[in-house]
């Protein structure tokens, strides 16, 4: 092994245990939120990609506006709010705003107003930062927005009535060969008491529901338009987001409701 090889296993090496301590920390976020009555009313929104050429501004404003005229009682976000950096070669490329400092400016200053209140967690390409630079923009964020509040990295669990718990999720990893492969497993990995009832899942910028083991499954879509990334991949980009009437009593989900909110590019309109 000559030097070159040696220094990139410690480096990878390096990543694993920052990769392990970033999961091990992700773990210990357990919220409680109490809404009240026995429907409870959530959007949710996920891979803004702030400050990328790609993120769709329209969008953002369509779907927050459309939450905010519907009442939801919270809205949540499954990561990626911001484009990060050095995620790839080229990524730089495909930056409009660089840097921390600037890409949550932009994102404190263009996020659309929120009339009850977003929870977010970060992904892998907000934890760039993080991992460049030891900064989480998630606190930045949360620090300069009332109407967002950061939850932590890469996952959450919150429990929103007696026995109704939902999990927000930023995997890693690509696309599978199948979209609903990568819920599957997911699902599959949680042991007996440590399930949540509802998975809503980002990174992926697809669409899925599935019910499996007692979980309601999402892979939550993206509102950021396909990137030169995704075409040499290649993997489509799926965008909208969702909205969730979750009717519950005390035995905890006892009626689902889904609207899923697509966006077709092409046709350049919000939702209405």
Known sequence: MNDLE???????????VLNRQVNELSKKNLFKQSFGGRRIRVG?????????????????????????????DV?????????GEK???????????????????????????IDSKMF?????HDLSFYKNAGVDIGTLISRDRDDMEYLGQEQALIEIAPNVRIMLMHPGGGTAYAVSYKSQKLVESFTGGEKPNILLTGHFHKYDHLFYR??????VPTTCSQTPF??????????????????VNKNGINKLITEYLPYYEKWKEGIS
């Open 6 to 16: 040696k220094q990139i296993k410690i480096l990878e090496n390096e990543k694993r």
């Open 44 to 72: 949710v929104i996920s891979d803004t990609h702030k400050g990328s050429l790609y993120a769709n501004q329209q969008l953002e404003d369509s779907l927050i506006g459309y939450f905010n005229k519907k009442n939801v």
């Open 75 to 83: 809205i949540y976000h499954c990561g990626d709010i911001c484009d």
């Open 87 to 113: 995620m790839y070669r080229g990524h730089e490329y495909e930056i409009k705003h660089h840097g921390a400092d600037n890409q949550v400016k932009h994102c404190v200053d263009t996020f659309p107003k």
């Open 120 to 124: 977010f967690i970060t992904g892998n």
């Open 214 to 219: 007692n979980i309601q499954a999402f892979q």
């Open 230 to 247: 995704m075409k040499r991949k290649p993997t489509p980009a799926i965008m909208g987001g969702l909205l969730l009437d979750i009717h």
